[in-house]
């Protein structure tokens, strides 16, 4: 009795461990992958190290900087590199071994002090990332005291187009040089608001892929990697700067466009026109067809109408007379005909009766 209930104990015990084991592992875990971001000192032509530490084959790299989720730089061994805006002449990924993704910074400024992050997708291994903290280390500027807000972009458009509002616009981005396009990157800015991505167009494997985040009109992407933005009904809220990035092989080239959206001259919308037009035309059709139908109910009413009064007319009432009395005279004649026969056949058929057995 007692062995068995010692063993009973045993297994209890084991499977606490286990229990124990099981909900601590992933803190113990996490707390070997967590690690202090690495301190580079902000300066001219800084080196933001990101060195895979294992062998294998390098996919992709990737780098972003807090608090931004868009990529900033990202390398690719088959299509390049790709840089946003801020950063297309001033990145540059180092490359010294075959699993480094490290980048270099020039004409740095006090806004490039932050946080970035640094992903590298290897394989067959997966994964590796690294945070690093850019930070000035020397006394700042004295009349640099961190609360002036950045400088604002200058934008300047190659090309401006003008819509009228509530019509239908087109924003094209042609590449005008002899070169081969990787990926385009469609960006919008609107009035008081930072840039935001609305399509990419990229060729991968010899295919064409699109990708479309625009919440106003569609985008559209052409063989030549030429990208269009298609908007109908556009508003007041349509106009600002559209952007194409090219990555090519020989950088990166942009194409800016101003969109300006103008009300109607004098009032006067063609599309708006043509909608007044459209609806009185739908609805002179429909009247039309409410007439055309009362017209033909009360048609045949009248002909059914027309119908019974013939069926009641004095001439007709004699003509059902008169054959009523034929079709009598000629029943009559009929029956007198047979009578003779009738009466025969009696006769011959008859039986005296017997009064006395």
Not at 75 to 86: E, K
Not at 294 to 320: C, F, G, M, W
Not at 331 to 353: E, G, Q, V
Request: proline share 6%.
């Amino acid at each position: 009795f007692i062995l068995p209930l010692w063993g009973k104990m045993k297994a209890v015990q084991k499977g606490c461990w286990y229990f124990v084991a099981l909900v601590f592992l992933p803190f113990l875990k996490g707390s070997v992958q967590q690690k202090e971001p690495d301190v580079v000192r902000l300066e001219e032509g800084m080196v933001l190290d990101c060195s895979c530490p294992w062998d294998g084959k390098l996919t992709m790299v990737s780098w972003t900087k807090a608090p931004d989720k868009n990529p900033m730089a990202v390398f690719h061994p088959d299509l390049g590199v790709s840089l946003s805006h801020p950063y297309s002449e001033r990145i540059e990924f180092l490359r010294n071994t075959p699993m480094d993704g490290s980048i270099s910074l020039r004409n740095v400024t006090h806004q490039d002090i932050g946080r970035y992050h640094c992903s590298v997708q290897t394989f067959p291994l997966g994964p590796w990332t690294r945070d690093i903290q850019v930070e000035d280390l020397d006394e700042p500027p004295e009349d640099d005291n961190g609360t002036e807000p950045p400088p604002t972009e200058e934008t300047v458009a190659d090309t401006q187009l003008v819509a009228e509002e509530s019509n239908n616009m087109t924003v094209r981005c042609h590449h005008r040089h002899n070169t081969t396009v990787y990926q385009v990157i469609f960006e919008r800015r609107l009035l008081g608001q930072p840039w935001v991505i609305i399509g990419v167009c990229k060729k991968v494997e010899g295919g064409l892929v699109g990708e479309d985040y625009s919440d106003r009109g569609s985008v559209d992407c052409t063989d030549s990697l030429d990208v269009s933005l298609r908007l109908t009904d556009v508003a007041q809220e349509d106009s600002g700067f559209y952007r194409c990035t090219f990555n090519t092989d020989v950088g990166v080239r942009t194409t800016t466009v101003l969109l300006t959206v103008a009300a109607p001259a004098g009032g006067f919308s063609m599309t708006l026109y043509m909608m007044y037009v459209y609806i009185g035309a739908g609805a002179a059709g429909l009247i039309l067809l409410t007439v055309i139908l009362i017209l033909a109910l009360r048609h045949r009413k009248k002909r059914k109408r027309t119908e019974y009064r013939v069926k009641l007319h004095p001439s007709n009432r004699q003509v059902d007379v008169g054959l009523f009395i034929v079709s009598t005279l000629v029943f009559t004649l009929d029956s007198f005909k047979a009578l003779p026969y009738l009466l025969m056949r009696h006769a011959l058929n008859y039986r005296p009766l017997k009064l006395y057995s």
